[in-house]
């Protein structure tokens, strides 16, 4: 049983590529296995009025800037991928050689344009495949378009923050993915434990980074910064090494 941590920079990277490359070499120095980014055109998903348009315009991430980025990743040795909200976001990605794709909670509502189609687009790639439901949606219609293996449903709720108490202890253990938007380390570590009494799966545990500093749209989102990440790698580690004496 491995336990594989995800660093979801999200638009932390203020559209600065060397900021994104500051992020990702952190999140490497930190213990993540992952850095997550998001593509999405802003017209697609924000209305021009939006109080942080600027902000989140700048904050696309383009092919270019994409791939560079990537092969960043690459040199450092972590998975980079992101959450794609387009069709040809996930072509691209594709095109580039990314691992898994990630399918976020707006998109598994179908309630944008191009939600259904980026979801089919996603399900012909037959790549191991993770989906946030946290806004709803219909599981049934989405399960029938991928192969039963390739697509693992995520526990997530779409809160930002979400409050400690808002997490369900005894539902959490039966998803091999959490997405954690509450604040801090200590529900991560709570659901390492048990989900690794129960299971020889591999596991994941995504949540948003920052730095101290971070000016970023999902900074407020419970996001942690990277001396919080480094200390959350360090107890899942020895989360592991506890599994082995495990009898099942």
Known sequence: ?????????????????ELAKSHIKEAK?????????????????????????????????TENIALELKKYADELDIGWFCSAFNPKAVEFLEKI???????????????????????QKI??????????????????EILELFEEKSLKFTYCI???P?????????????YDFFSDHTKGITISIMYAVMRSKITKNEI???????????????STWGAITYKE????????????????????
């Open 1 to 17: 049983m491995t336990i594989k941590l995800i660093a979801e920079i999200g638009s932390n990277w203020e559209g600065d590529i």
């Open 29 to 61: 120095k930190s213990g993540a296995d992952y850095v997550k980014f998001q593509m999405w055109r802003a017209e697609d998903l924000y209305n021009l009025d939006h109080p942080e348009w600027e902000m989140i315009k700048k904050s696309e991430l």
């Open 97 to 119: 050689g990314v691992p898994l794709h990630k399918i976020a909670s707006r998109t598994s509502t179908l309630k944008d344009k191009l939600s259904l189609e980026t979801i």
């Open 123 to 140: 399900a012909e790639t037959k790549k191991n495949t993770f989906i946030s439901m946290g806004e709803g949606g219909n599981k049934g």
């Open 158 to 160: 779409s809160k930002y």
């Open 162 to 174: 979400t409050e400690d108490t808002e997490i369900n202890l005894n539902e959490i253990i039966n």
């Open 204 to 218: 994941f545990i995504e949540k948003h980074t920052q730095f101290e500093n971070s000016k970023g749209p999902d």
């Open 229 to 248: 990440l480094k200390e959350l790698s360090m107890h899942v580690k020895r989360i592991e090494k506890l599994h082995d004496f495990i009898k099942y």
